[in-house]
T-cell receptor, first 110, second 111 residues
Framework: EADIYQTPRYLVIGTGKKITLECSQTMGHDKMYWYQQDPGMELHLIHY???????EKGDLSSESTVSRIRTEHFPLTLESARPSHTSQYLC?????????FGPGTRLTVT | DQQVKQNSPSLSVQEGRISILNCDYTNSMFDYFLWYKKYPAEGPTFLISISSIKDKNEDGRFTVFLNKSAKHLSLHIVPSQPGDSAVYFCAASPSSGQFYFGTGTSLTVIP
């Protein structure tokens, strides 16, 4: 069983606020990912990392930023939240092909 | 443009019968495919995978079939159980690249 954690699970925040979504995994996986998913839509890759100090943007343009200072930690930051950022954010990690997902953060920006 | 498509948003099946979920892809460079299961308010859970060197992979009640010429894969669940009710996503990737996900099919297994 994979151990990957995301906090908070739910967040309602006002426009213009800075937020950080946390993601941690205890499996020692080098690869970590952030996806954004809207209801009834596919998961879109917004950021990924193949190791410490390595981060890349995914196909979906995102105003968020990520950091990878430690193997187990991959936080995502929005400097100024907007209603268009309302979505579910899913973090995942992998060693080979299979990705293990966290429970997700449901973000609502009012 | 969507590279992985699940054209059936929902499927209902009687308990004990077979569930067949379908997935089509457009990129001939894809060579690894996965199925995930997702319950509400939870993250996707890995279910089963298949690489392009095989055309079938089986794990208990779950079997994935791959038809490379048709760029089509399917997930068979037999027999279906009420606990299988969830959203199922297929995903595909080239040998060393990101995964592309479908939009999901919501399966309801009726007791």
């Amino acid at each position: 069983e994979a151990d990957i954690y995301q906090t908070p699970r739910y967040l309602v925040i006002g426009t213009g606020k800075k937020i950080t979504l946390e993601c941690s995994q205890t499996m020692g996986h080098d690869k970590m990912y952030w996806y954004q998913q809207d209801p009834g839509m596919e998961l879109h890759l917004i950021h990924y990392s193949y190791g410490v100090n390595s981060t890349e943007k995914g196909d979906l343009s995102s105003e968020s930023t990520v950091s990878r200072i430690r193997t187990e930690h991959f936080p995502l930051t929005l400097e100024s939240a907007r209603p268009s950022h309302t979505s579910q954010y899913l973090c995942a990690s992998s060693e080979t092909h299979e990705q293990y997902f966290g429970p997700g953060t449901r973000l609502t920006v009012t | 443009d969507q590279q992985v498509k699940q054209n059936s948003p929902s499927l209902s099946v009687q308990e004990g019968r077979i569930s067949i979920l379908n997935c089509d892809y457009t990129n001939s460079m894809f060579d690894y495919f996965l199925w995930y299961k997702k319950y509400p308010a939870e993250g996707p859970t890995f279910l089963i995978s298949i690489s392009s060197i095989k055309d079938k992979n089986e794990d208990g009640r779950f079997t994935v079939f791959l038809n490379k010429s048709a760029k089509h894969l399917s997930l068979h669940i037999v027999p279906s159980q009420p606990g299988d009710s969830a959203v199922y996503f297929c995903a595909a990737s080239p040998s060393s690249g990101q995964f592309y996900f479908g939009t999901g099919t919501s399966l309801t297994v009726i007791p």
